[in-house]
């Protein structure tokens, strides 16, 4: 699910937003390529100290949508590519998945999981 492209992306830094959504109201948070951690099965896992409105909308409707991309690989026709990923998430507090990223990122209390349904280039 996850392509040479994608993982190219984030290799290099870019802004990845977040949307999550309850109640008819969508909310969007923000962090860092740098940041992301593509698992071998093709979860991402995000470190979150903060997100917490993320986390409510996510135990309501666990639906999430994230765009991810970086001017420095090329895209379709130039430089600059970008993913639309659609997915599933939970919050991770506990277990072998949160060590691992507890040790890269010592400032998270969770980690978000996201299992990819979909990843689609779109510039």
Known sequence: ???EKL??????????AIVS???GDAHVVNTWNSYVVATEDGRLLIPAAGMR????NIEQNNK?????GSKEV???MYMG???LIEGTAKFLEEGSDFDMMKE?????SRVLEITVISAKQTI
């Open 104 to 108: 890269k990122f010592s400032f998270l």
């Open 53 to 56: 409105r993320t986390q409510k």
């Open 64 to 68: 999430i949508k994230v765009t991810l």
């Open 7 to 16: 993982l190219e992306i984030l290799s290099h830094e870019g802004v990845v």
């Open 74 to 76: 090329m895209g379709h």
């Open 81 to 83: 590519a970008g993913f």
């Open 1 to 3: 699910m996850l392509n």
């Open 21 to 23: 959504c309850s109640n």
